[in-house]
């Protein structure tokens, strides 16, 4: 009786590691969105040319984006993983944008 308790013990042991694992790996998935706000100092150039560069957009799409977040006081500029999105933002805050990670929430 007592093997079988250790034997059952160390089954559901795994399977509470496995539950614990899966769901640090989808946290780290996480949908997220990277929002830039409007500010008083960068010029329209200089925020299309930095979501060209850093966000790979093309002229058009930094163009719109930058018209957004100047008309609504921000925009999201991109989404995904977090991992993929926080070096985007630091280059973004680095070139003076207000630029910050929104984690979306699951339904």
Known sequence: MTKKIETLE???????EEVLQAEE???DLQQAQLVVYNDDFNTF?????CFMEVCNHSF???EQLSLIVHYKG?????????????????A???RGLSAVIDHMVER
Do not use: R, Y
């Not at 160390?10 to 509470?16: A, L, V």
């Open 45 to 49: 150039d200089w925020v299309i040319q």
């Open 25 to 27: 790996t989808t946290t």
């Open 60 to 62: 058009e799409q930094a």
């Open 74 to 90: 921000k925009a999201i500029v991109k989404t995904g993983n977090f991992d993929k999105l926080k070096p985007m933002k630091d």
């Open 92 to 94: 973004l805050v680095e």
């Open 10 to 16: 160390t089954n559901m042991s795994s399977q509470i």
